[in-house]
């Protein structure tokens, strides 16, 4: 499955974005779908993740009732969207895609390219 994040920029400090992951090639409905992200100096850590179904999803502490993962299997993309954005949260989000649960990038088979986003205070 190929996949293609969009939507990054740059915000304030309170702010709101939502970032699109699209994905071709393979039937999406049957995948796990995540985002994680990656500072500069730091390693790609998770975000969050949803169910194929999307009938469950998961989070990461330090986002938990500020971002929403969702997906729509009619467009094959999922969804992150982002409120009460702090400067924390600057660095390049990537969306991942596989069959299996996990908060790991090893648990993720497939990625997008990542797309940039800048919190400024």
């Known amino acids: 499955v190929q996949l293609q994040a969009s939507g990054g920029g740059v915000v304030q400090s309170g702010g709101s974005l939502r970032l699109s992951c699209a994905a071709s090639?393979?039937?999406?409905?049957?995948?796990?779908m995540a985002w994680f992200r990656q500072a500069p100096g730091k390693e790609r850590e998770f975000v969050a993740a949803?169910?194929?179904?999307?009938?469950?999803?998961y989070y990461a502490d330090s986002v938990k009732g500020r971002f929403t993962i969702s997906r729509d299997n009619y467009k094959n993309t999922v969804y992150l969207q982002m409120s009460s954005l702090k400067p924390e949260d600057t660095a390049v989000y990537y969306c991942?895609?596989?069959?299996?649960?996990?908060?790991?990038?090893?648990?993720?088979?497939?990625w997008g390219q990542g797309t940039q986003v800048t919190v400024s205070s």
């Open positions: 991942a895609a596989d069959h299996a649960p996990g908060i790991w990038t090893y648990n993720y088979a497939y």
């Open positions: 090639g393979r039937t999406f409905s049957n995948y796990r």
């Open positions: 949803i169910k194929w179904s999307g009938s469950s999803t």
